[in-house]
Structure formats: C-alpha cells, structure tokens
C-alpha cells in the first residue's frame, strides 16, 4: 500500500534533518535581531550620557562663580615656576644659590663625589599671596638644606618681584628637620603650624606642635 505523500516527507529522514537546520536558521535569526538591538540600545544610551554630560559641563561653567586662590592665580606678581627657578639666599653659608626646577646640588666634600644638597621642603606647599600691599603676589616657601649628615635644615624664604627681577627679600631658619604642617598666608600674615622637637624628642622624631605667624617688614620677617 502506498503512503499518502505527507506521511512520505514525514518519515523520510531529510525531512527532519531539514527540520532541524530550519529551526537553528530561526534560532540564529533571532539572537542577531536581538544582539542588534541591544547593541542600538546601548550606543542611545551612551550618546544620551555624553549629551547629558556636557550639558552638565556647560551648566557648571556658566554658573560657577571665579575661583580665587592665591595658589591658584599667577596672573601678576610671582609665579610657581620662579619659585623653582630663583636665587636665593643661602642662609647657612652666607651666600646666594639658584634652584633649578626647585632644586641645587654643591660640593661639601663627600666621599665618592657625593653632591649635598638644598631643594623646596614641599612644592605642594609654595603659596603667593600679597605680603607687602602693593597689589602683587609674593611668595612664601620653605627650603630644605641636606649638608651630608642626619640634618635637614628647614628655613622660610620671601619671594618677590622687582621690576623683571625675583628677590629672596627675607628668610628666616625654622630648624634642623622640623615637619612642616601648614604654610599659608591669610591677610597680609605667613601662618606656619609646625611640629618641632619637644621634651625627650630625638632629632629624628619631632612630635611638639607649634604655630608661627610671620610678617613681612621691608627686607625682614618678624614674628607676630
């Protein structure tokens, strides 16, 4: 007896091996459509964030108010980068040294050709500000003088601008390897917070705070 002709296909085993490579067709169809709209998805939303960003960025421009730092603002008077790159007056030989991007090396007779050497304690801590009122920034910055021993000299130096020329106008010495806390000038003032060697302190290990406060009186710095 013959087999009506859909009973035929049906058992015929390249009917179902058809079958088969149908539906991994389908299959396949499906998770590229659905890979590209989760793929168009995610590049809306990241063109949404950009724009939203940037219309963040632009509010916050408009409606920032000027930030004004006397670290910040080196439109007139001294700069940062003279402070690195100035002479000054070295307190514990009587002479005048120049800083090269905040720092200089001389001989002091080390074995092997060893250099000692002063640089800026902390360049974090260089700070302008008007110290004389006459409209222009100084600056205040401590440097730090290694000689070749376990010392490590600290003084605080003035900085100002005459004309085209950088003038270490006063300093003064703050001690063999005190911690500098805070450097700031506030109101015409230096205020310093230090930590210092105290009763039973080694040299190594300052743990007494103090604070100082200096001013600026013509080629000196007094202590208030």
């Given at each position: 007896?013959?087999?009506?002709?859909?009973?035929?296909?049906?058992?015929?085993?390249?009917?179902?091996?058809?079958?088969?490579?149908?539906?991994?067709?389908?299959?396949?169809?499906?998770?590229?459509?659905?890979?590209?709209?989760?793929?168009?998805?995610?590049?809306?939303?990241?063109?949404?964030?950009?724009?939203?960003?940037?219309?963040?960025?632009?509010?916050?421009?408009?409606?920032?108010?000027?930030?004004?730092?006397?670290?910040?603002?080196?439109?007139?008077?001294?700069?940062?980068?003279?402070?690195?790159?100035?002479?000054?007056?070295?307190?514990?030989?009587?002479?005048?040294?120049?800083?090269?991007?905040?720092?200089?090396?001389?001989?002091?007779?080390?074995?092997?050709?060893?250099?000692?050497?002063?640089?800026?304690?902390?360049?974090?801590?260089?700070?302008?500000g008007d110290l004389n009122e006459d409209g222009k920034k100084e600056a205040a910055v401590v440097l730090s003088d290694w000689g070749g021993g376990t010392g490590n000299f600290r003084s605080l130096h003035i900085l100002a601008k005459n004309g085209a020329a950088i003038q270490d106008v006063a300093n003064v010495y703050?001690?063999?390897?005190?911690?500098?806390?805070?450097?700031?000038?506030?109101?015409?003032?230096?205020?310093?917070?230090?930590?210092?060697?105290?009763?039973?302190?080694?040299?190594?290990?300052?743990?007494?705070?103090?604070?100082?406060?200096?001013?600026?009186?013509?080629?000196?710095?007094?202590?208030?």
């Amino acid at each position: 007896m013959k087999l009506p002709t859909y009973q035929y296909f049906e058992n015929h085993p390249l009917f179902h091996f058809g079958l088969l490579i149908l539906a991994i067709i389908l299959l396949a169809a499906m998770c590229f459509f659905l890979w590209k709209q989760i793929s168009l998805q995610s590049n809306v939303d990241d063109s949404l964030q950009t724009q939203i960003l940037d219309l963040q960025n632009q509010v916050v421009k408009k409606e920032a108010p000027a930030f004004s730092s006397s670290i910040i603002d080196e439109t007139d008077g001294i700069t940062t980068y003279d402070v690195k790159n100035s002479q000054y007056n070295f307190f514990d030989a009587g002479k005048k040294i120049k800083l090269v991007d905040g720092v200089y090396d001389y001989d002091c007779g080390l074995p092997g050709g060893q250099k000692c050497q002063v640089k800026i304690y902390n360049e974090d801590m260089i700070i302008l500000g008007d110290l004389n009122e006459d409209g222009k920034k100084e600056a205040a910055v401590v440097l730090s003088d290694w000689g070749g021993g376990t010392g490590n000299f600290r003084s605080l130096h003035i900085l100002a601008k005459n004309g085209a020329a950088i003038q270490d106008v006063a300093n003064v010495y703050l001690g063999d390897r005190v911690v500098v806390r805070l450097l700031k000038i506030e109101a015409g003032k230096i205020n310093l917070n230090l930590l210092v060697q105290g009763p039973g302190d080694g040299m190594c290990c300052p743990s007494k705070e103090e604070s100082k406060t200096y001013y600026l009186s013509g080629n000196s710095l007094r202590q208030k």
